[in-house]
């Protein structure tokens, strides 16, 4: 029997591209406090979705409904490895053969292996990527985000995602 090949298509990228990093510091109101981060700005390219929505921006349209589009797209343009990433969580792993007592670990998000009691430290909201760090501050109900200042992010990240930056 002859063996037969066949050529499969193939669709996508095949190496993950390498974005620069560009810091901004966004403020909001928790409270009546002002409170700062700083997050890093992936140079991604423009995807279709922000460029619809900075179209819609610049012909003046109401924003208001596009709010959560405005703030998923930003979330788009975040770093997610920059810190403990969005989708992380500890998973307990088997203890060690013969190991007496048994100690629980964890597969930490720098691939490493630590102690269930170091979990914690990695949930923390401080240690979180910038994209982990943005949406739990757009969840917050203590939080009141001004919309011109999400619209000057927006703004800033178009910016940044606009430049045409050499790939390392």
């Given amino acids: 029997m002859t063996a037969v090949t066949v050529k499969i298509p193939s669709f996508g990228p095949t190496v993950a591209p390498k974005y620069n990093r ?22 991604k390219d423009l995807d279709i979705g922000t460029a619809n ?15 959560p589009a405005l703030v998923g797209l930003i979330t788009k343009y975040m770093d997610n490895k920059d810190g403990t990433p969005v989708r992380w969580a500890p998973v307990e792993l088997a ?23 170091k979990a914690e430290d990695f949930l923390k909201s401080e240690k979180g990527s910038s994209r982990r760090r943005w949406l739990l501050l757009v ?20 910016e940044v995602a606009g430049k045409d930056r050499t790939r390392a």
């Fill in 22 to 43: 560009v810091p901004v510091k966004f403020s909001y109101l928790r409270d009546e406090d002002v409170e700062t981060q700083t997050f890093q700005v992936l140079d």
């Fill in 53 to 67: 929505l900075v179209l819609a921006q610049g012909k003046n349209e109401d924003t208001s409904e596009a709010l």
């Fill in 95 to 117: 203890a060690k053969k013969n190991e007496d007592p048994p100690v629980k670990r964890f597969r930490g998000p720098d691939g490493k292996l630590h102690e269930w009691s």
């Fill in 139 to 158: 969840e917050d109900d203590e939080v009141s985000v001004d919309v011109e200042a999400l619209l000057k992010l927006m703004e800033f990240v178009v």
